[in-house]
């Protein structure tokens, strides 16, 4: 009954045929994103997952291609909450002592943080430079990443580094500060504390250099305490 309900859903968001918008289209979400959490089957989790990008993935393309001027404030909505809902998710507070790696606790938090990387990582350019989408990205992003960004659980520190490094090559002229304040708050911290563990450190300057060479180098400047930081040949302070 899984396989028909995700195919049923992923056929009515992603026609062009159906409006499947706002809470519709959010339920849509929720409810994949759901079964994935509660399902112990690794079929059914892999075909949640599956669905949730197919479906965020033709959201966030209808910013890009196609769309008619007429149509784009709804699309512009649609793509803003399906963004803050897992800006959200990924930000709930984990429970105290941790939770095993299976719990529903952290396997949300962790597929919230995969997804959004995802829609950072393949974002256009209409999204790329939309006030709305870089305004959502200071106001809950970056303020998911400053919370994740400093957690116990490397999975969780992992993804928060891949989110930052993405947001550092697509975004850097628009969040500057922003970029300065997880660079000196977490960065920093994590490699000169002394009680981080050493897995924790190895992320950090692991997350520096992506395949492909593309170098992000980061250097403390004794002027002012500021700071400046490198992706590729250029560099900014």
Known sequence: ???????????????ATFAVHDTT??????????IYLVSKSGVIQTTANATLTQMLSVVF?????????SSMPVVQRDAFLVFRSLCKLSM????DPFPAEDSIELRSKLLSLQLLFSIIQTSGPNFRSGEKFIWAI??????????????????????????????LVFFKD?????????FSNILLRILESENTPHEHKVLVLESHIKPGGSA??????????????????????
């Open 138 to 167: 200071r106001q809950y992003l970056c303020l998911s990443l400053l919370k994740n960004g400093v957690s116990p659980i490397a999975s969780v520190l992992q993804l928060s580094l891949d989110i930052f490094i993405a947001l």
């Open 61 to 69: 393309q209808r910013l890009e291609v196609g769309t008619p001027a």
């Open 174 to 182: 628009h969040l500057k500060s922003e970029i300065g304040v997880f």
């Open 92 to 95: 709930k507070p984990l429970p």
């Open 1 to 15: 009954p899984y396989t028909t309900l995700f195919r049923s859903v992923l056929t009515a968001v992603t026609s």
């Open 25 to 34: 289209l959010l339920l849509a979400v929720k409810t994949c994103f759901y």
């Open 216 to 237: 992000h180098t980061f250097s403390r400047m004794h002027n002012g305490g500021k700071y400046s930081f490198e992706v590729g040949d250029r560099k900014s302070v």
